[in-house]
């Protein structure tokens, strides 16, 4: 089996379960390797510093976007988070694979810069259900959880610029799903393209 250089772009509303898929699949794509992002906010509870993100000052952020070193970055709520270029672009170029988990905004950034990138939307089965999947999970306010469900309509609108949909019903499928999208896509027998 052949790996190819792929970059998985993967982007879903909060509460649809990406962050769960993408830690059940490492265990079938040990090679695989995963985008860190850079923040300009403090480390949460059980953040790592170049594991979680790679937590920088402002004025360091400001002069690597300045110096042209994103791949795609935004202002959230008054910090900066954006995905340095090189990681990425050196992982492809020695013919590895990489996922990054962004936004749907920062993803179609990076399909712009990146147009062999292969993106990857993953939903809920509904609104009804994510919005019943942020109750649950009891880490954000009411006020929080309104905003993320704004933020999902038009998250949702933008699936179409993904060549894969998903949907995260049963995790077990979802995981098989991903795993096997992942495959097509990236690995080829040996003297095939």
């Known amino acids: 089996m052949l790996i190819k250089p792929t970059l998985f772009v993967i982007s879903a509303p909060s509460g649809a379960g990406k962050s769960t898929l993408i830690r059940h699949?490492?265990?079938?794509?040990p090679d695989m390797l995963y985008s860190i992002s850079c923040?300009?906010?403090p480390p949460r509870k059980g953040e790592i510093d170049s594991v979680s993100y790679y937590f920088i000052s402002e004025s360091k952020f400001k002069s690597m976007s300045r110096a042209g070193e994103f791949l795609e970055w935004k202002n959230v709520h008054g910090n900066m988070y954006g995905t340095p270029a090189k990681p990425v672009l050196e992982a492809l170029k020695?013919?590895?694979?990489?996922?990054?988990?962004?936004?749907?905004?920062?993803?179609?950034?990076?399909?712009?810069?990146?147009?062999?990138?292969?993106?990857?939307?993953?939903?809920?089965?509904?609104?009804?259900?994510?919005?019943k999947r942020l109750r649950d999970r009891k880490a954000?306010?009411?006020?929080s959880i309104r905003i993320r469900m704004l933020n999902a309509h038009h998250e949702i609108s933008m699936a179409h610029m993904f060549k894969y949909n998903m949907v995260n019903d049963q995790l077990k499928t979802a995981i098989k799903e991903l795993v096997?999208?992942?495959?097509?896509?990236?690995?080829?027998?040996?003297?095939q393209d």
Request: some cysteine.
């Open 180 to 191: 096997e999208i992942i495959r097509k896509e990236s690995e080829t027998e040996s003297g």
């Open 25 to 29: 699949i490492k265990p079938y794509f």
């Open 39 to 41: 923040a300009t906010r």
């Open 94 to 131: 020695s013919g590895q694979r990489m996922i990054m988990d962004i936004d749907v905004e920062g993803a179609k950034e990076v399909f712009c810069k990146v147009p062999q990138a292969v993106g990857i939307f993953i939903n809920a089965p509904s609104l009804s259900i994510l919005e």
């Open 140 to 143: 954000d306010s009411v006020d």
